[in-house]
């Protein structure tokens, strides 16, 4: 997260940065692709090529060689697994993915929540599994965002990790051992937040 913070506060053309990283992704060695797919098919409960959701929804990707950004859904024509595989694929851990002929890796590096993307939405929750020690560049980013949808004029619920949450998930967010202690951390702070979630809603 750190060295993402460091790229986005630097003061140079997104698309530029984005760029690099997708070189850094391209020359790392990580995990083989087939690996990175078996592992979303475990996550998604289906095989690959699964049909998207009837509700929509959308993965968010880099392309890995000029650093454009990419949203991926059901009109995309792309697959299911590819899509998530992409959105998914940290530099260094997780291979580039190919969807439709292009190499992707994780679009949190355009943004760690792309919240914007909701624009003209009347009600938007933002979930962010941002904690209190995010980089002040990363927290502004998400500060903009959500003012730039209540400025739009959207009712905005804004979900980040509570003290007990933020503790069981510690400072490496990619810490897998800590899996289980952040899933029930988080279990229950959505029984919590639910209320929020529904006024809202309502």
């Known amino acids: 997260m750190q060295v993402i913070a460091d790229a986005h506060g630097s003061g140079r053309d997104p698309v530029e940065v984005r760029r690099d990283f997708g070189r850094k992704a391209l020359a790392a060695r990580t995990m083989g692709a087939e690996a990175a797919f078996a592992l979303v098919e475990q996550f998604l409960g289906a095989p690959r090529g699964r049909d998207w959701p009837e509700a929509y929804f959308a993965c968010t990707a880099v392309d890995a060689d000029n650093g454009a950004f990419r949203i991926l859904d059901c009109a995309s024509g792309a697959d ?42 009347d009600i938007v929750v933002v979930i962010a ?74």
């Open 80 to 121: 299911l697994v590819a899509s998530v595989a992409a959105s998914c694929a940290v530099p260094g851990m997780f291979p580039p993915t190919f969807v439709q002929g292009r190499r992707y890796i994780d679009g949190g590096f355009r943004s760690f929540t792309n919240a914007d993307l909701a624009t003209g939405h």
């Open 129 to 202: 599994v941002q904690t209190a020690r995010a980089p002040v560049h990363i927290a502004g980013q998400l500060e903009r965002e959500v003012a730039g949808l209540r400025a739009d004029g959207a009712a905005v619920v804004l979900i980040t990790p509570d003290a007990t949450a933020e503790s069981a998930m510690g400072p490496n967010l990619m810490d897998f051992e800590r899996q289980a202690d952040a899933a029930r951390a988080g279990i229950a702070q959505a029984t919590r937040e639910a209320a929020a979630v529904a006024s809202a809603w309502n």
